[in-house]
C-alpha cells in the first residue's frame, strides 16, 4: 500500500497562475481532506469530501476549489494564485470519523512557493 | 470556539532524559484526541487515538493520556531518532452535524541531543 500521495512535490508559481494539485489514496477511504501548513498557524482545513462527488468548505477555502471524482482521488485548485498562497499543502484521509477507525492518515505534503 | 494548546513550544533533551509534552484544549464535545509525528518536510505520521478521560496509550517510547482538559505524551529515555514535531489535535462535533472536524495545536518541537 502507498498510503496517500500528493503530485507534485513542490511548484514555483507566478501570481495569477492556475494550477491543480492531486491526491490519491488507496485505502478505500470515504474522507479526504485538504489542509495547509504555515509556520506558526499549525494545520488549517481548507476543503474536505464525504465522498465520491461530494465537497465542503473547511476553515480556510477561499480562493481554493476542490473535486472529487473517483473515491481514490481529491484535487485542489488554485485558480489565480496569490502570495498569501505560499504553504505546505497536505492531503489526509480516513474512514468516517465517528468510528473506531477514524483516523486521518496524511500524504507528503506539497510545497508551494507563489511569487 | 474550539481551542488546542501545545506546550511548550520547543524543548531540548539530552539522550535519556525523559520527560512530557502536554496538549490542553477547550472543545465543546471531545470524541477523540489525537497525536501525530512530523519529520522535516514530511506529512504528520500519526501515533495514538484517546477516546476518554483516564486513557493511556504505549508506543515503544511514548505514552500518550488524557484528561478532561488535557493529553500528555511521556516521553522516556529518549533516544536522538525521537526527535521531531509533535502534533496534537482533538475531534469534535463540527457545526451542523458534521463529524469531520480536527483543531490541531501548533505542536511542539523536540530536539534529543546524543
Known amino acids: 500500500n502507498a498510503g496517500v500521495t500528493q503530485t507534485p512535490k513542490f511548484r514555483v508559481l507566478k501570481t495569477g497562475q492556475s494550477m491543480t494539485l492531486l491526491c490519491a489514496q488507496d485505502m478505500n477511504h470515504e474522507y479526504m481532506y485538504w489542509y495547509r501548513q504555515d509556520p506558526g498557524m499549525g494545520l488549517r482545513l481548507i476543503h474536505y469530501?464525504?465522498?465520491?462527488?461530494?465537497?465542503a468548505k473547511g476553515e480556510v477555502p477561499d480562493g481554493y476549489n476542490v473535486s472529487r471524482l473517483k473515491k481514490q482521488n481529491f484535487l485542489l485548485g488554485l485558480e489565480s494564485a496569490a502570495p498569501s498562497q505560499t504553504s505546505v499543502y497536505f492531503c489526509?484521509?480516513?474512514?468516517?470519523?465517528?468510528?473506531?477507525?477514524?483516523?486521518?492518515?496524511f500524504g507528503p505534503g506539497t510545497r508551494l512557493l507563489v511569487l | 470556539e474550539d481551542q488546542v494548546t501545545q506546550s511548550p513550544e520547543a524543548l531540548r533533551l539530552q539522550e535519556g532524559e525523559s520527560s512530557s509534552l502536554n496538549c490542553s484544549y477547550t472543545v465543546s464535545g471531545l470524541r477523540g484526541l489525537f497525536w501525530y509525528r512530523q519529520d522535516p518536510g514530511k506529512g504528520p505520521e500519526f501515533l495514538f487515538t484517546?477516546?476518554?478521560a483516564g486513557e493511556e496509550k504505549e508506543k515503544e517510547r511514548l505514552k500518550a493520556t488524557l484528561t478532561k482538559k488535557e493529553s500528555f505524551l511521556h516521553i522516556t529515555a529518549p533516544k536522538p531518532e525521537d526527535s521531531a514535531t509533535y502534533l496534537c489535535a482533538v475531534h469534535t462535533r463540527g457545526s451542523g452535524g458534521s463529524n469531520y472536524k480536527l483543531t490541531f495545536g501548533k505542536g511542539t518541537l523536540l530536539t534529543v541531543n546524543p
Open positions: 469530501s464525504v465522498g465520491e462527488g461530494t465537497t
Open positions: 489526509a484521509s480516513s474512514y468516517p470519523m465517528d468510528g473506531p477507525r477514524g483516523t486521518q492518515y
Open positions: 484517546l477516546y476518554s
